[in-house]
T-cell receptor, first 114, second 110 residues
Framework: DGGITQSPKYLFRKEGQNVTLSCEQN?????MYWYRQDPGQGLRLIYY???????QKGDIAEGYSVSREKKESFPLTVTSAQKNPTAFYLC?????????????FGEGSWLTVV | KQEVTQIPAALSVPEGENLVLNCSFT??????LQWFRQDPGKGLTSLLL?????REQTSGRLNASLDKSSGRSTLYIAASQPGDSATYLC?????????FGSGTKLNVKP
């Protein structure tokens, strides 16, 4: 079955460390997105990519970085510059960019700073 | 910039009740509006998608309506069940972006 796989499900980060969240999709979708969700809040866009080797900052990109070397993969790195990284991170994709298609989500990754 | 609001933030009802979840948005120039379900610690699952030219969509016990002129959408759940307990989020697509509400957390008591 096609879908979006995020790993790991739970991740702990020590102060000053960079960590990378994986997102892989086998839906053959062009566009991929990373969102952050804090308790009781809506989703906030971190980065998005419309095509391989291209990506744009979202509303809260500071302290995060991404790459899009393959169509199927869109990893998110949470750097030490992100001062409050504890949150639930969701990866999503759409068949085509900027077209208002249904957006599909992975199961999410929890990141906690220890 | 679009703002999407969902009130109330939480709702608790006895099993069997019909209920309505509300979603409001500030800019009526939406391309479509979508309702999602999110179980604790999980991703979002699409329930219903309403295109801007449509007034409502139905799937089983769920019915979503859209009134662009008033900036409102409602999700109607008939004969609620404990399995319906989850957070329901609405999302509008306009200005080439997805805008999400913060959700209504629904608890259906047996």
């Amino acid at each position: 079955d096609g879908g979006i796989t995020q790993s790991p499900k739970y991740l702990f980060r020590k102060e000053g460390q960079n960590v990378t969240l994986s997102c892989e999709q086998n839906l053959n979708h062009d566009a991929m997105y990373w969102y952050r969700q804090d308790p009781g809040q809506g989703l906030r866009l971190i980065y998005y990519s419309q095509i391989v080797n291209d990506f744009q900052k979202g509303d809260i990109a500071e302290g995060y970085s991404v790459s899009r070397e393959k169509k199927e993969s869109f990893p998110l790195t949470v750097t030490s510059a992100q001062k409050n990284p504890t949150a639930f991170y969701l990866c999503a994709s759409t068949p085509r960019p900027l077209s208002g298609n249904t957006i599909y989500f992975g199961e999410g990754s929890w990141l906690t700073v220890v | 910039k679009q703002e999407v609001t969902q009130i109330p933030a939480a709702l608790s009802v006895p099993e069997g009740e019909n209920l309505v979840l509300n979603c409001s948005f500030t800019d009526s120039a939406i391309y479509n509006l979508q309702w999602f379900r999110q179980d604790p610690g999980k991703g979002l699952t699409s329930l219903l998608l309403i295109q801007s030219s449509q007034r409502e969509q139905t799937s089983g016990r769920l019915n979503a309506s859209l009134d662009k002129s008033s900036g409102r959408s409602t999700l109607y759940i008939a004969a609620s069940q404990p399995g319906d307990s989850a957070t329901y989020l609405c999302e509008s697509y306009n200005f080439n972006k997805f805008y999400f509400g913060s959700g209504t957390k629904l608890n259906v008591k047996p």
